[in-house]
């Protein structure tokens, strides 16, 4: 049984790092990204997802780590 992407479905093209109640979604409670196999992404909008949480985790908007 396969996923189908979220994004492919919604057609969203642009993965924006502000967007962090979405960036959310992909990342564990101990503020890991979540493997694709978990999520059912496409490679092409794993690759955004990850560029995206890594772009929040330097400004600020995401936390690198939870205690």
């Known amino acids: 049984m396969t ?8 057609k ?6 502000q967007n962090t109640e979405l960036l959310r979604q992909f990342i564990s409670g101990q503020a890991k990204i979540i ?3 978990r999520t059912g992404t496409c490679a092409k909008h794993q690759r955004k997802i990850a560029n995206a949480i890594k772009r929040a985790r330097v400004m600020g908007l995401l936390p690198f780590t939870t205690r």
């Open 12 to 17: 969203i093209s642009e993965i924006d790092y």
């Open 3 to 10: 996923k189908s992407c979220y994004f492919c479905q919604q």
């Open 35 to 37: 493997s694709p196999k």
